[in-house]
């Protein structure tokens, strides 16, 4: 069946370094992949996105990466900031215009 | 301004009663979706509906129920037969991937959900 999964739970680093959130997913039909921003009591905030005829694009200091062969995708945040702390989710679309998302990575950012 | 709104912000209810959370858009889109969330988790699809008058069962669907009788409302009633319903309820929209507009989707608010 259609599933999005991200390889790491909690991923923690240094303010100015850079951060790389990775995630896989299993249905090679979806064409159409986001990246969400969710700080604690709040909806997800939509980040950047992605189309399967794309390999990469990039965003105010955040890059998506798409590799179809592997079906992985990753999230890059240029100089990490404290204001970058949260739960990043990807999410796929399939069928139907379903929209379906990983379990989530929790970004901490120290100083 | 447009936008999605859910209302209310905070809902509780006893055990065994059904609750209707609420979910309105008006930015034209033709996809909603609700979504639960339970603490440290990430977010199962509840329902989803490509069009007014259209809806599908999401991967958690069980306890649930919803219409779409207006493109600008999509909304969810918790029933008695949700085993587990507190949670932070979330709901979704999208232009859909057939329009032009190819990446414009939107979250609400939420609905945190209690059940005493």
């Known amino acids: 069946g259609e599933s999005v999964g991200l390889h790491l739970p909690t991923l923690s680093v240094q303010e100015g370094d850079n951060s790389i959130i990775n995630c896989a997913y299993s249905n090679s039909a979806s064409d159409y992949f986001i990246w969400y921003k969710q700080e604690s009591g709040k909806g997800p905030q939509f980040i950047i996105d992605?189309?399967?005829?794309?390999d990469k694009r990039q965003g105010q200091r955040v890059t998506v990466l798409l590799n179809k062969t592997v079906k992985h995708l990753s999230l890059q945040i240029a100089a990490t900031q404290p204001g970058d702390s949260a739960v990043y989710f990807c999410a796929e679309l399939g069928g139907y215009n379903k929209l379906i998302f990983g379990a989530g990575t929790r970004l901490a950012v120290h100083p | 301004d447009g936008g999605i709104t859910q209302s209310p912000k905070y809902l509780f209810r006893k055990e065994g009663q059904n609750v209707t959370l609420s979910c309105e858009q008006n930015l034209n889109h033709d996809a909603m979706y609700w979504y639960r969330q339970d603490p440290g988790q990430g977010l199962r699809l509840i329902y989803y509906s490509q069009i007014v008058n259209d809806f599908q069962k999401g991967d958690i669907a069980e306890g649930y129920s919803v219409s779409r009788e207006k493109k600008e409302s999509f909304p969810l009633t918790v029933t008695s037969a949700q085993k587990n319903p507190t949670a932070f309820y979330l709901c979704?929209?999208?232009?859909?991937?057939?329009?032009?507009?190819?990446?414009?989707?939107?979250f609400g608010p939420g609905t945190r959900l209690t059940v005493l």
């Open positions: 992605i189309r399967s005829n794309m």
């Open positions: 979704a929209s999208y232009t859909g991937r057939e329009s032009p507009v190819y990446n414009e989707q939107f």
